[in-house]
């Protein structure tokens, strides 16, 4: 990140001189807003005038709230239709094993669409293929609320996931176009203090609709949320790949850069140790409903606060991340510390839901799974930051196997949560403790933390 007191956004959003190597002249030290941003100091420089400043200020937070709810879509997109799925089962007379699919093929869908529209973002881009993606997800979601069988309603899970993948792998590669190094980490946390607020309300937004509606009126407010925020992004979020950093060349191309990047063993051990965690979240996202209504017969807004207060420990690991530990303790600790907290979480849980304690009630299991969601606030941010800092060439390909990586792994373990059926939590705990355990060995092996230096981490962006 050039040494200035304003982001690149900022420079792209309020035309700020810049120059010849894009610093803005004589820019004050930067220091950290209340979104993360970072921003010029009290002190007016002799080179930028205080209009300026204040305005490259609200610019970067203006980027921070919108690529925020980029982020936030996905979770929106899942959580609240947690509630309802043991309604969905009836409504629909299916299984819950079938109407779990309905998740993996969001998850499916998200996964794949990535690895279209980040080499597209790479090429012509990140405006005009987020924008086709909100609009496309907008109708998808539309579908999804008069679905009149299980068959159709994961088809269209399935669209909806293709298209809404634009606004997961965009947001990260505007994130890698805007920032870098502990300030990208710090970003990433801050996106992660606006995300979280979407899994707290949304399964609270999803009980209460389905005390008014059924569940196809969730994908409803969906659908209504889809248009708000292509109506934001379309007015607010600012081109921030020049033309002359994208990518001419086609597919090929696209793929040969994918496969540099996965030819990286560094790169592609913070990838699959960040998909592995984000596995074993998803284990508890798909089963959670499950668990906690069905076997410990909790009301769904008993879930949605039980679900609310295990979002925000992950927000605010999250902020501790972002704010203390950064530029203090370096990233791999953090990581490595985050992904040893989960793997004892996940173990702890297995003894529990297996019958090792005896007989256990809520508390302890979802004391359990509050520790293991509040380490992903180390996990999560610190695991796409190294590895995004990895490549400056291929932000949008890099976003894209990240995302592709979380989402397919993520989709492979939710049907196993249910594959004993809807009465024990033993899956879900066993699934939890492979992915964690996993990603600890892949940490180890591919990163191998104790050797990699902070000035080898640039090696693929030159």
Not at 117 to 141: E, F, I, N, Q
Not at 341 to 348: D, P, T
Request: charged share 10%; glycine share 10%; aromatic share 6%.
């Amino acid at each position: 990140m050039p040494d200035s007191g304003v982001s690149r956004a900022q420079q792209e959003h309020e035309h700020i001189p810049t120059s010849s190597k894009g610093a803005v002249h004589d820019a004050p030290a930067t220091t950290p807003t209340a979104v993360g941003a970072p921003a010029a100091s009290t002190t007016t420089a002799p080179g930028l005038p205080a209009a300026s400043t204040t305005t490259a200020r609200r610019a970067g937070i203006l980027v921070t709230l919108v690529l925020g709810g980029l982020t936030a879509l996905p979770p929106l997109s899942m959580d609240m239709y947690l509630p309802a799925l043991p309604e969905v089962t009836d409504a629909l007379h299916a299984p819950a094993a079938t109407v779990q699919l309905t998740l993996t093929a969001c998850l499916t869908g998200m996964a794949l669409g990535q690895l279209v529209v980040g080499p597209m973002s790479d090429r012509w881009g990140r405006r005009k293929p987020l924008l086709l993606g909100m609009v496309v997800y907008v109708l998808a979601t539309a579908i999804c609320a008069v679905a009149p069988t299980a068959e159709l309603l994961i088809g269209f899970r399935l669209l909806q996931g293709l298209a809404g993948a634009a606004g997961i792998v965009i947001s990260r590669a505007v994130v890698r176009d805007l920032y870098d190094g502990d300030e990208m980490a710090r970003f990433f946390s801050t996106l992660m203090l606006i995300s979280g607020v979407a899994p707290v309300i949304a399964p609270v937004i999803g009980g209460q609709v389905l005390q008014f509606t059924d569940w196809r009126g969730i994908f409803v407010v969906l659908t209504f949320i889809g248009v708000l925020l292509t109506l934001v992004v379309w007015k607010w979020l600012h081109e921030t790949l020049p033309a002359a950093q994208r990518h001419t060349g086609g597919v090929g191309d696209a793929l040969r850069t994918m496969r540099g990047l996965l030819a990286d063993r560094v790169f592609t051990g913070y990838m699959v140790a960040g998909s592995l965690a984000f596995a074993a979240l998803f284990a508890y996202v798909s089963a959670s409903p499950f668990v906690v209504q069905e076997i410990y017969g909790a009301s769904p807004q008993t879930f949605s606060l039980l679900f609310g207060i295990n979002s925000v420990g992950l927000i605010a690991v999250g902020q501790i991340n972002g704010k203390l530990l950064v530029g203090r303790v370096s990233l791999d600790k953090a990581l490595g510390f985050g992904l040893a907290v989960i793997s004892v979480a996940a173990v702890a849980l297995l003894l529990m839901t297996s019958g090792v304690f005896g007989e256990v009630g809520l508390v302890p299991v979802a004391a359990g799974l509050f520790v293991l969601m509040s380490a992903m606030g180390l996990a999560m941010p610190n695991t796409n930051t190294q590895a995004l800092m990895r490549t400056r060439h291929a932000a949008g390909s890099a976003s894209a196997l990240l995302g592709t990586s979380q989402f397919l792994i993520g989709a492979i373990a939710s049907p196993l949560v249910g594959i004993a059926g809807e009465k024990t939590a033993v899956p879900m705990a066993v699934v939890q403790v492979v992915c964690a355990l996993s990603a600890v060995l892949c940490f180890l092996l591919l990163c191998r933390p104790w050797r990699t230096t902070g000035a080898a981490r640039e090696r693929l962006g030159k």
